[in-house]
């Protein structure tokens, strides 16, 4: 009789024992679900040339079409104008003038953001922070760019 309860007291004691240490590990929480995703180089999924498919308002009688071109390591921004008299202009960036990019799991989105070690003064009023989303739109292979003042979306297709 003593050793059935010594063989059930083993057991429960060894029962109870096991189920406190794995409820009483640390979690890591890294580990368990990473949320953000940093690249060294521009992730694959936003490479390559990207327009708008329509002209939107830029200024007084002047409309503009936007292009994104992303490369491994930089990207360039081209402005198309449509009335008045303003050329095409193309803006780039540079390896060192892009802050970092990263993807972040939870909301689906690309971030890219410039920083790096300097800015040239003429770039400053293009250089923003930019939130992009991969996917599709319209049944096409679509970045929709975030507006960070508004809840709009821009949907840039391949060109």
Same mark, same amino acid.
């Not at 939870?106 to 953001?113: G, I, S």
């Not at 923003?128 to 739109?137: E, K, L, Q």
């Given at each position: 009789m003593k050793v059935k309860y010594l063989v059930a007291a083993a057991a429960l004691s060894l029962g109870l024992a096991g189920a406190v240490t794995t409820f009483d590990q640390p979690v890591n929480a890294a580990a368990k679900s990473k949320r953000i995703t940093t690249y060294k180089t521009m992730p694959k999924a936003l490479r390559g040339t990207w327009q708008e498919k329509s002209y939107s308002k830029y200024k007084k009688g002047i409309k503009v079409r936007w292009s994104y071109t992303f490369k491994k390591h930089s990207y360039s921004m081209r402005m198309d104008f449509k009335g008045g008299h303003k050329k095409s202009k193309t803006i780039r960036f540079s390896k060192k003038e892009i802050g970092g990019m990263n993807y972040d799991h #939870?909301? *689906? @989105?690309?971030? @890219? &953001?410039p920083g790096g %070690? %300097?800015?040239? *003064? %003429? *770039?400053?009023?293009?250089a923003?922070?930019? $939130? &992009? $989303?991969?996917?599709? #739109?319209n049944g096409k292979k679509a970045l929709g760019l975030h507006g960070i003042a508004d809840d709009k979306i821009t949907y840039f297709y391949r060109k």
């Open positions: #939870h909301y *689906k @989105v690309y971030n @890219v &953001f %070690s %300097s800015i040239p *003064k %003429s *770039k400053l009023p293009y923003g922070y930019m $939130t &992009f $989303t991969a996917g599709r #739109h």
